[in-house]
């Protein structure tokens, strides 16, 4: 169609014209303005009903407001860990070992105020064949004071675990008349270790838990057939052999730990000790059958309550003094006195929960006096189970590490994300609603490390080979969607900023609407807001044009012919 040819002239064919009169012009157009405004309060209201829509979703979602914040003093941390099994000669695994200077780095531009690890028995000590005990190794030494003085300076809090599940092989080997933990005069020997370790570190360390998950250590290294060590025989009453050594073991290490923190320097005067207990809350399949109840507590007496319940009361759950009797070996008095009270801290680590049934088979030792069936993941239960640690000391406060999921192994796992949203706002729900004693959390974890895959940020073990290799410039970290989790949250000092790799270069992903959809795809507007604009545009157009039409009639005032548009149509 062309375009309006003369405003004045006739003569154009018939067939090809229409005249408009500019009077008829004039008025549809104050007809369209006049509807287009009797529409604008119904889309003004329209947006603001969906902004209200969005503002109450977002406040119940994983995404919080700006208000919705923990204590200014609270630890938000990660952790990270060496290869725990499965991977032979993985001698680099995610070569922290040489670049814990560039991972503090990103802790501190994450914002993170605390980084959770453990300090390798074999790496600080060394079997001394002619005095038959173990002895310090200064070059292990060294590399702790470097590695915790590197932490202070990015202001990050060291949360120290003595033992996680790293015995040294002499240990194992040449305690006679038994070996490792079934050796009473273990406890001795990690006396020793531990006496060491507050020596040297005592005074950079303000968290300390001496034992990681002693329930993994027993049941895993002692009660499995694919993970017991060689010469310990599986038995119904090894398991509770070895745990009653760790016990011993854990009220030693604090009974020296305070003795150095009040008749020396070495230790932090404001420094606190405990031990990592893994929790996993037990549900009763069947809340109304009150053997699955009864079953869903006595699974939680068996698996936290043998090492909360010492501590709290100086003996061993009352359910299991029942159940195992002929197994479970007595605190002496002596013992009683030792163990009961050897805490500052709680320190838990949970990554799932479990439905648990009565069991009626008759499977080996432990399991078989846990009487524990169905076994399931619930979301519900990180309240749950911090209720439930709470309950047995309401005064003590609660350092929560090692939470985490591993889902898909993929670089974007949203598995993850959802994980870690769904159960901050559980954290936030004890802290700040239920106002529980709790002073940090602890994402696992801050680096793969080649069999878990729950890392925020994903390590670049391209082949097996090169995992196992010496090459460090290949394990390139790549954050995952779950590392901006932290930063919907109130994390002071957070900082967005690029960390520079010693290899190739991760590639960071761009943060996400927190109320985008699980694709990723950032939706800026929504449809109210898309409406409303419409309807200002219209407005604003029609504004333009009455205004243009109206100069129009007036230029042409006092004309003696009536003024005629013609515009040709092709």
């Given at each position: 169609m062309r375009a309006i040819t003369d405003w004045l002239t006739t003569g154009c064919p018939e067939e090809t014209t229409k005249v408009i009169e500019v009077t008829e012009v004039t008025e549809t157009m104050r007809r369209l303005f006049r509807g287009v405004t009797a529409l604008l309060p119904l889309l003004l209201l329209l947006c603001l009903t969906d902004l209200s829509w969005r503002s109450v979703g977002a406040s119940s979602s994983s995404a919080p407001s700006a208000s919705r914040c923990f204590p200014d003093d609270f630890l938000f941390g990660t952790t990270t860990a060496a290869v725990h099994s499965g991977v032979e000669g993985a001698d680099v695994a995610d070569a922290f070992y040489y670049r814990y200077h560039e991972d503090f780095k990103r802790m501190k531009t994450m914002g993170l105020s605390s980084f959770r690890l453990s300090i390798s028995w074999s790496k600080i000590m060394h079997w001394g064949a002619d005095i038959k005990r173990m002895q310090p190794t200064p070059e292990g030494i060294a590399f702790y004071h470097a590695l915790l003085d590197n932490l202070k300076t990015n202001g990050i809090h060291a949360v120290v675990t003595l033992y996680h599940t790293d015995l040294p092989a002499a240990l194992q080997s040449q305690l006679e008349p038994t070996a490792g933990?079934?050796?009473?005069?273990?406890?001795?020997?990690?006396?020793?270790?531990?006496?060491?370790?507050?020596?040297?570190?005592?005074?950079?360390?303000?968290?300390?838990?001496?034992?990681?998950?002693?329930?993994?250590?027993?049941?895993?290294?002692?009660?499995?057939?694919?993970?017991?060590?060689?010469?310990?025989?599986?038995?119904?009453?090894?398991?509770?052999?070895?745990?009653?050594?760790?016990?011993?073991?854990?009220?030693?290490?604090?009974?020296?730990?305070?003795?150095?923190?009040?008749?020396?320097?070495?230790?932090?005067?404001?420094?606190?000790?405990?031990?990592?207990?893994?929790?996993?809350?037990?549900?009763?399949?069947?809340?109304?059958?009150?053997?699955?109840?009864?079953?869903?507590?006595?699974?939680?007496?068996?698996?936290?309550?043998?090492?909360?319940?010492?501590?709290?009361?100086?003996?061993?759950?009352?359910?299991m003094r029942g159940r195992a009797s002929g197994r479970l070996p007595q605190l002496t008095t002596d013992q009683v006195d030792l163990v009961k009270g050897s805490y500052d801290v709680f320190i838990m680590n949970h990554h799932s929960s479990r439905m648990v049934t009565d069991c009626d088979v008759r499977p080996l030792n432990h399991t078989r006096d846990e009487v524990v069936g169905d076994k399931r993941a619930r979301s519900d239960s990180y309240l749950a189970t911090i209720k439930w640690l709470h309950s047995k000391d309401p005064t003590a406060p609660i350092l929560l590490t090692d939470n985490g999921w591993c889902g898909d192994e993929r670089v974007e796992n949203m598995d993850q994300s959802w994980y870690f949203q769904s159960y901050i706002e559980q954290l936030y729900k004890a802290v700040v609603e239920d106002n529980m004693p709790i002073i940090g959390y602890t994402a696992w974890s801050f680096l793969g490390n080649n069999e878990w895959s729950s890392s925020l940020h994903y390590t670049n073990f391209t082949t097996k080979e090169i995992s196992r290799s010496s090459a460090v410039t290949d394990l390139t970290r790549i954050p995952r969607p779950a590392r901006w989790c932290l930063d919907s949250w109130d994390v002071k000092g957070v900082e967005q900023s690029t960390v520079q790799e010693t290899g190739e270069m991760a590639t960071l992903h761009e943060k996400k609407n927190p109320e985008a959809g699980g694709n990723g795809v950032d939706v800026p507007w929504s449809l109210g807001e898309v409406l409303f604009l419409v309807a200002v545009g219209l407005v604003i157009l029609g504004v333009i044009t009455c205004q243009a039409l109206r100069e129009l009639r007036q230029s042409s005032r006092g004309s003696p012919e009536e003024l005629e548009v013609l515009i040709t149509i092709e």
């Open positions: 933990w079934l050796d009473p005069d273990i406890v001795t020997h990690f006396e020793e270790f531990a006496e060491l370790a507050f020596r040297e570190f005592g005074w950079k360390v303000k968290y300390w838990a001496t034992f990681n998950e002693p329930l993994t250590l027993i049941s895993g290294g002692c009660g499995s057939c694919n993970a017991t060590p060689r010469g310990m025989n599986l038995s119904d009453s090894n398991l509770y052999t070895v745990a009653h050594h760790v016990l011993l073991s854990h009220a030693r290490a604090v009974q020296t730990y305070r003795r150095l923190q009040k008749n020396t320097g070495l230790v932090d005067k404001q420094a606190r000790i405990g031990i990592a207990l893994n929790v996993a809350f037990g549900y009763p399949v069947n809340e109304t059958n009150a053997l699955d109840v009864a079953v869903a507590e006595c699974k939680m007496q068996f698996d936290v309550g043998w090492f909360v319940i010492p501590l709290v009361s100086g003996d061993y759950p009352e359910t």
